[in-house]
């Protein structure tokens, strides 16, 4: 099952509302020039994978949450930067799932 962070972590070069891309991502249209932030059910930290690795069978069987978009790798490693700062300035230390958890993330 997948589920989605709200408010999305989004790159500043994606023109499309959260809404949209969730919509997309529903029935299988992954833009194949994003980047998709998730988290998988067991890890602390994120992964950052692009969105035509999402058509693999791993992921169609595994929980995840994703928590980001960015339109390409360089600015999804920023927003990734972005997450552990926040996480880091919230509760003073870099465990990601731990801060997404106080945001709606299981």
Do not use: H
Not at 24 to 35: A, E
Not at 84 to 105: K, P, Q
């Amino acid at each position: 099952m997948v589920s989605w962070l709200r408010p999305l972590y989004m790159d500043e070069q994606i023109k499309e509302k959260p809404a949209v891309i969730r919509y997309r991502f529903k029935f299988k249209k992954y833009p194949g020039n994003y980047y998709y932030i998730i988290l998988p059910d067991g890890q602390d930290m994120p992964e950052i994978i692009r969105a035509a690795y999402l058509k693999q069978p791993w992921y169609k069987n595994t929980d995840y949450a994703v928590v980001g978009v960015a339109r390409e790798k360089a600015s999804a490693l920023k927003l990734f930067c972005r997450m552990a700062e926040d996480a880091y300035r919230a509760t003073g230390g870099v465990n990601i799932r731990g801060y997404l958890r106080g945001r709606g993330v299981r």
